[in-house]
């Protein structure tokens, strides 16, 4: 390829891949050979969310160059092999590897370092920064033998840095030289209602003070000395206090530099000198700043994109420094002026410290909105960062007000002008956005939304609804949704909900299958009366309808339930004299009970007529409510137990028995850490530890197996029980019809995260209602059968033909397997004219 | 108020009408041993299939849910759920098959007092 031009990239960070898209999207990858050098041993990627890595994330998620991105292009990547001169003159970059690559275009997105301060101590054993993968790798280890860290650096990388040592289960110190957290982001109030929230997490801020040593003994660190006099014992040190520009290698060349730091550059991009661009966080942009940002750095890369491409237009004039980020679970985020620096500004404020909520707007005489911080709740920053610039259709202390206080204002993205930026990651306006129909083509066409992600939820309201979210041909709501419905307006008929809600075409219509056992389950859910009186009786399926299980034949089968897979021997002997006198077929079920098979319809009231007298109970195995409770047998005989596993278990099959959910729950208790139970399959699973329980949820055995999540550990009794309650009350509420808990959990937006917000941290103010609503169903709880036997009326319908009530239907006939019996399917297969 | 069914080129009477839950169904057993399924809708209206799924033969259909699709009164079969068109019999999900369908009525008893 001796005639395409050449085009070297240093840095194979953020920006640098950026500017490969940029280049790719604009053809240049075709008509020039492309080189890259990388210094780190993996290709760009995500250091955004660097932090993601300790929960769980591997470097492989946090990539940022798509497969085979490289090779389709033809670019060469070399890996772990940094540029290490440029010759201006001859225009060759050298690597230390030693490749020479003669170039007719360089950019440089080397980034930067993390500046260190020059402290004594500062290279001892225990002392890190916080920058690359490698570098969390590091920190990873050397807390394992650590008990104590301290973060240097209380701005946005030092809190997440100390999150990050916090999760380790560090005891974690943030040492912050400025009298506030995150003095560059947030005004004093911002900061103080971040302190709080940080404090109430358990770690110990230090602001106003300088680190002054590194404490050190036989070369490994053992404590900092502070600038206010005072010493700190620690294991570790991690320096976060701030980054500089990697600009030695611009430097070494002659290329002009700010005097700060920083490779200066033109609005284009260009350095001094124009065959050589450089972009993101190495460049001093042509409005005299450093952007320490990824959104300044990757309108920078497509600005040098342009440029390389000979497109016109396409300039740097300086970015917006807004953020929105989640620290350490705190939201964070400021805008436009948020320090109110701009002549005759006003400030709004709204703070709640004991929420530890604060959130300022910076408006002008004229009451355009200026800027602004939010801190413990950022909900608006999306709608309010378009808005800058622009008068606000509503007072501005609406817009800071929670929803609650005063009159609540819910600006719809709707109100925003179609140039106004949504995505400010990658620039992308209303108008580009709403060209899109789904969030996908949102982010494949326009880049919106895969940037930081704050804008996501905006991006979401623009889009079209998803064609028909609908449940069925008859109603064009979800089953969460037609749940708030019917708990709202309080209907307790399917007929009148369908009439009312029901989509036009199927009003005063029939409905059909799938909504009506919907339905039905949602009047469970929330009234708890009898399923088959009235109008509930047309709309079950047919298992809830006759209070069995209809198998192959016709005929049914019969679970009584058995808490806990807990029986005395009166009891199971009653089983077998039922089973031998009715001849049914018996079977341990799969989830510690007894199933018995082959009964007519017709013979299910004798049958349960004689389980009732002996103390069952209906086992719901047809229902879409709580099956099983399984459990261990536990600390009474095992010898390895820790908690009364049996007890436990049959206590919460008792409290949720009959508790109709969009599907079936499954709940399990463990003795101890051996899981004999195998509680981590199921819904809600329970294991024993030394001080109480722990709370797994989302478990799922069936096709598509799943592993439940931790959701609260070492609970007393009371505290598991009220937190069961919360958690399935929440998945009834919202869950979508036939969406088992781990699908749902899957699902929810924000994932463990928002459910544990919810339930454990009660944030949606949910808490009480749900358990209110638990306590009601527990209270109004009744066994089926015996509600049925009781009443004649209800018994009406177990006959095999209306015409014949004593009629046994000729087309259930068994014959014997193994010493019991099983349906006989030769009478089936006679067409037309059947079991005569 | 009863229900009767037309077979053998007769009207047969079957049942009270009051025996059936609006919106569902019930198996009645004929004098040759056949068995239909008899519903009523939630608009009231009556109809009378073969009780017999023929996916899997047994004596299910009276058992099943209703339904409308695009207006027209269907039942679903509680075992695989196929759909079967009250009117025609026609099975929606596999045109291939279908089940016999029986004229009904109903007939006011006079009253005696
Ligand atoms: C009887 C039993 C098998 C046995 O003989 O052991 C059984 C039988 C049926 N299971 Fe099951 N399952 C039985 C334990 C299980 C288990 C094991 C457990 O609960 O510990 C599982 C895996 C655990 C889980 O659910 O996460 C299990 C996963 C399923 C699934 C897949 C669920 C999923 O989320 O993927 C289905 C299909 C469904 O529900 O849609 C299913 C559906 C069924 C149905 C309802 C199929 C049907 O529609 O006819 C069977 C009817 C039972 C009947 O007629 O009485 N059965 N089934 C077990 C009854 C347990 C009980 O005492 O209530
Ligand atoms: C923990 C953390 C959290 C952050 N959170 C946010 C946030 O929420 N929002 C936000 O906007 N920004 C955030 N940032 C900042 C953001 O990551 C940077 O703005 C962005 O990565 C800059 O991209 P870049 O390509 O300019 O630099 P980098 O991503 O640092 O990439 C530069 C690359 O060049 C390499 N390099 C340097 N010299 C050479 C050489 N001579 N030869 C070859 N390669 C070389 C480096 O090794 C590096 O891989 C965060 C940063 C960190 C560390
Ligand atoms: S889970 Fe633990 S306590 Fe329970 S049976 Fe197994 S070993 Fe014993
Ligand atoms: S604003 Fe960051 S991804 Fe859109």
Known sequence: ?836 | MMLELSYDDAWLTVCEAAALTPGRGMAALLPDGRQVALFQDRAGRWYAIDNRDPFTGAQVLARGLLGAAAGRPFVASPLLKQRFDLETGQCLDDEEVSVAVFPVRTRQLALVS
């Open chain 1, 1 to 836: 390829m001796p005639n395409k031009p050449t085009i070297v990239l240093v840095g194979h960070g953020m920006v640098g891949q950026r500017f490969l898209e940029a280049l790719a999207d604009r053809g240049v990858t075709e008509r020039a050979r492309i080189v890259v050098f990388c210094e780190e041993p993996r290709p760009a990627y995500d250091r955004v969310r660097l932090t993601s890595y300790f929960d769980g994330r591997t470097p492989e998620d946090l990539s940022m160059v798509e497969d085979g991105f490289m090779a389709r292009h033809g670019i060469e990547l070399h890996l772990d092999d940094p540029a290490e001169t440029v010759d201006r003159e001859a225009r060759t970059v050298t690597s230390r590897a030693g490749h020479v690559v003669a170039y007719d275009t360089l950019v440089l997105a080397t980034g930067s370092y993390p500046f260190v301060p020059p402290v004594p101590g500062k290279d001892a054993t225990g002392c890190f920064v916080y920058r690359t993968i490698e570098d969390l790798l590091a920190i990873e280890e050397f807390a394992k033998t650590a008990k104590t860290g301290a973060v240097v650096g209380g701005g946005l990388l030092g809190l997440e840095a100390a999150g990050a040592l916090k999760g380790l289960g560090l005891e974690t110190h943030i040492v912050e030289f400025a009298p506030r957290l995150m003095p560059v982001q947030v005004d004093e109030g911002g900061g103080a209602a971040l302190l709080r929230t940080i404090e109430n997490m358990g770690l110990i801020v230090h602001t106003g003070t300088g680190t002054q040593e590194v404490l050190t003994e036989d070369g490994a660190v053992t404590g900092m000395a502070l600038s206010d006099g005072s010493v700190l014992t620690t294991d570790m040190v991690v320096f976060s206090a701030g980054v500089r520009p990697r600009d030695q290698l611009a430097r070494d060349c002659g290329l002009t530099v700010g005097e700060r730091g920083g490779i200066a550059v033109d609005e284009q991009c260009r350095t001094s000198d124009p065959a050589v661009y450089a972009i993101g966080e190495c460049a001093l942009a042509a409005d005299g700043r450093v952007y320490g940002l990824v959104a300044p750095g990757y309108e920078m890369a497509l600005t040098a994109a342009a440029a390389i491409a000979d497109e016109e237009g396409q300039a740097f004039t300086g970015a917006d420094m807004s953020t929105k980020l989640k620290l350490l679970g705190v939201d964070v985020a400021s805008f436009g002026d948020a320090h109110g620096t701009a002549e005759g500004c006003l400030e709004v404020v709204y703070s709640d410290s004991r929420a530890g909520i604060y959130k300022k707007l910076v408006v002008d005489a004229d009451g355009a909105l200026l800027g602004g911080v939010l801190v413990g709740d950022a909900e608006s920053y999306g709608m309010l960062r378009p808005m800058t610039g622009t008068k606000p259709p509503v007072a501005p202390e609406q817009l800071v007000l929670p929803a609650g206080a005063g009159a609540p204002v819910t600006l719809g993205p709707s109100a925003l002008p179609d140039d106004a930026i949504i995505c400010s990651c990658h620039n992308v306006t209303k108008g580009a956005i709403c060209a899109c129909s789904s969030l996908p083509e949102v982010k494949k066409c326009t880049k919106a939304g895969t940037g930081c992600g704050s804008c996501v939820k905006v991006i979401q309201q623009l889009l079209p609804k998803a064609a028909d979210s609908g449940m069925c041909a008859c109603f064009s709501y979800t089953r969460s949704e037609l749940y708030e419905i019917v708990r709202t307006m309080r209907f307790t008929s399917y007929g009148e909900l369908l009439d009312s809600h029901g989509r036009e075409e199927a009003r005063g219509g029939e409905g059909c299958e799938i909504c009506k056992p919907a339905v039905a389950s949602i009047l469970a859910s929330l009234h708890n009366e009898y399923i088959l009186d009235g109008e509930r009786a047309a709309l079950q399926d047919t298992n809830d309808h006759f209070l069995a299980n209809m198998q192959r034949n016709g005929s049914y089968s019969i679970v009584p339930r058995i808490p806990g897979g807990e029986i005395t021997p009166d009891k199971l002997i009653v089983i077998g004299e039922v089973a031998r006198d009715f001849g049914l077929y018996t079977k341990i079920t799969g989830g510690q009970r007894i199933d018995l098979f082959g009964a007519r319809v017709d013979q299910l009231p004798a049958i349960w007529a004689r389980l009732v007298d002996a103390g069952f109970e209906s086992g719901h195995a047809y229902g879409k409510s709580l099956r099983t409770v399984k459990s261990c047998v536990g600390q009474t005989w095992c010898r390895y137990g820790v908690q009364d596993s049996v007890r436990m278990a049959i206590d919460l099959e008792l409290r949720y028995r009959g508790l109709r959910a969009p599907h079936k729950l499954k709940s399990a208790v463990s003795g101890c850490a051996r899981e004999c139970a195998e509680a981590q399959s199921k819904d809600f699973g329970v294991i024993a530890t030394a001080n109480g329980w722990n709370l797994y949820v989302g478990g799922n055995g069936g096709a598509t197996p799943r592993h439940a999540d931790l959701l609260a550990q070492d609970l007393s009794d009371a505290e598991l029980i009220r937190l069961i309650d919360r958690f399935l009350m929440f998945y009834i509420r919202t869950a979508d019809r036939l969406e088992r808990t781990a699908t749902w959990l899957e699902r929810l937006e924000g994932g463990l995260d928002h459910l544990r917000d919810v339930v454990v941290h009660d944030k949606l103010g949910l808490c009480d209602e749900l358990e209110a609503q638990m306590a009601a169903h527990v209270a109004s709880y009744r066994d089926e059968w015996a509600e049925t036997l009781q009443d004649p009326e209800r018994l009406r319908r177990f006959v095999s033909f209306v015409n014949a009530p004593d009629a046994p239907d000729p087309s259930v006939r068994f014959v014997p397997e193994r010493g019991q019996i099983k349906p006989d399917l030769t009478v089936l297969t006679l067409e037309g004219t059947s079991a005569r």
